[in-house]
């Protein structure tokens, strides 16, 4: 594992992520993530940090709530969010980490427009092997 540092456009927000050599993202289709252009990179709770005041966040939820999808107060960007798939981990936007073009970046589509059918495809990605 190798740490790794994003955040928004402003700066604002700050984080922290330990990821793999080579990462496995996840392009969605969904309503939400299509138009942003999120990239996937989802990981357990203890490979995620905040570095910043979580003040510097907007929190916005839809449809069942579950998913916490976190904003720069300053700037809009959502650089990573608490999602619906994986309530115990975070998905970080690979778009968001700094020096992102030195990554493996191994990106695999995923039919978010059929959520329900393809959503337990996910679940094992912030499982905690440690």
């Known amino acids: ?13 700050r ?3 330990d990821l793999p050599e ?12 299509d138009k942003v252009g999120f990239l996937h990179a989802i990981v357990p709770e203890r490979r995620f940090r905040l570095l910043t005041d979580p ?13 916490k999808h976190l904003f720069c107060r300053t700037c809009g960007v959502k650089s990573f969010y608490r999602p619906r798939s ?4 975070w998905s970080v936007n690979a778009r968001c980490l700094d020096a992102r073009q030195t990554l493996d970046l ?3 589509a995923f039919d978010g427009q059929n959520w329900e059918a393809h959503a337990a495809g996910l679940a094992h990605l912030s499982e905690d092997p440690a």
């Open 15 to 17: 984080f922290e992520v």
């Open 55 to 67: 003040a510097t966040l907007t929190e916005y939820t839809f449809n069942t709530g579950v998913a």
């Open 1 to 13: 594992m190798f740490s790794r540092t994003g955040g928004c456009h402003c700066g604002a927000v």
């Open 22 to 33: 080579v990462v496995e993202v996840h392009a969605c289709n969904c309503s939400m993530c």
């Open 86 to 89: 994986n309530p115990d981990g």
């Open 106 to 108: 191994r990106i695999e």
